[in-house]
T-cell receptor, first 116, second 115 residues
Framework: DGGITQSPKYLFRKEGQNVTLSCEQNLNHDAMYWYRQDPGQGLRLIYYSQIVNDFQKGDIAEGYSVSREKKESFPLTVTSAQKNPTAFYLC???????????????FGPGTRLTVL | AQSVTQLDSHVSVSEGTPVLLRCNYSSSYSPSLFWYVQHPNKGLQLLLKYTSAATLVKGINGFEAEFKKSETSFHLTKPSAHMSDAAEYFCVVKGRGGGADGLTFGKGTHLIIQP
């Protein structure tokens, strides 16, 4: 089955620790995205990547880092510099380009991160 | 610049009655508009999208939405609510400019279905 997988589903972190959230897709999509979701605030963009080995900061990139070494993988690291990391994290992907269908993002099931 | 406003943070309806979730947008360009649904602790699933082909858009699970340019609205409707429709719904606008292909998400409307 084609889709986007995120792991783990639940993650607990102690203050001061870095943690890495996994996102993998087998849809052959070019672009991948990380969003943070907090109650009542919708989705906010952390980072996105249009092609391998390239990525751009979103609206709330501080305290986060990413890499895009393979087309199918876009891991997100939540660093100790992120002051309030407890949230639900969603990964998404889409085709790049201007043709019909490239504007629809497909989402993974999410990872809930809790800082203890 | 573009923005999207979901006019109700919570909507409660009885099972079998119509559903109306309201969304207004602003965009400097002809936008693409989407509705996504999110069940608890799950990712977002596309319900439907408008990309200028037809103003009345039909989606999955009996939902539809009408694009009204004069009112800058893209309200989501369903004739008869089902218990499985209980979820969070997001209106999304895509215009030109902005990060990540110019997507802007609304803050969501929580749909409650009463038996």
């Amino acid at each position: 089955d084609g889709g986007i997988t995120q792991s783990p589903k639940y993650l607990f972190r102690k203050e001061g620790q870095n943690v890495t959230l996994s996102c993998e897709q087998n849809l052959n999509h070019d672009a991948m995205y990380w969003y943070r979701q907090d109650p009542g605030q919708g989705l906010r963009l952390i980072y996105y990547s249009q092609i391998v080995n390239d990525f751009q900061k979103g609206d709330i990139a501080e305290g986060y880092s990413v890499s895009r070494e393979k087309k199918e993988s876009f891991p997100l690291t939540v660093t100790s510099a992120q002051k309030n990391p407890t949230a639900f994290y969603l990964c998404a992907s889409t085709w790049s380009g201007s043709y019909e269908g490239t504007d629809t993002q497909y989402f993974g099931p999410g990872t809930r991160l809790t800082v203890l | 610049a573009q923005s999207v406003t979901q006019l109700d943070s919570h909507v409660s309806v009885s099972e079998g009655t119509p559903v109306l979730l309201r969304c207004n947008y602003s965009s400097s360009y002809s936008p693409s508009l989407f509705w996504y649904v999110q069940h608890p602790n799950k990712g977002l699933q596309l319900l439907l999208k408008y990309t200028s082909a037809a103003t009345l858009v039909k989606g999955i699970n009996g939902f539809e939405a009408e694009f009204k340019k004069s009112e800058t609205s893209f309200h989501l409707t369903k004739p008869s609510a089902h218990m499985s429709d209980a979820a969070e719904y997001f209106c999304v606008v895509k215009g030109r400019g902005g990060g990540a292909d110019g997507l802007t998400f609304g803050k969501g409307t929580h749909l409650i279905i009463q038996p």
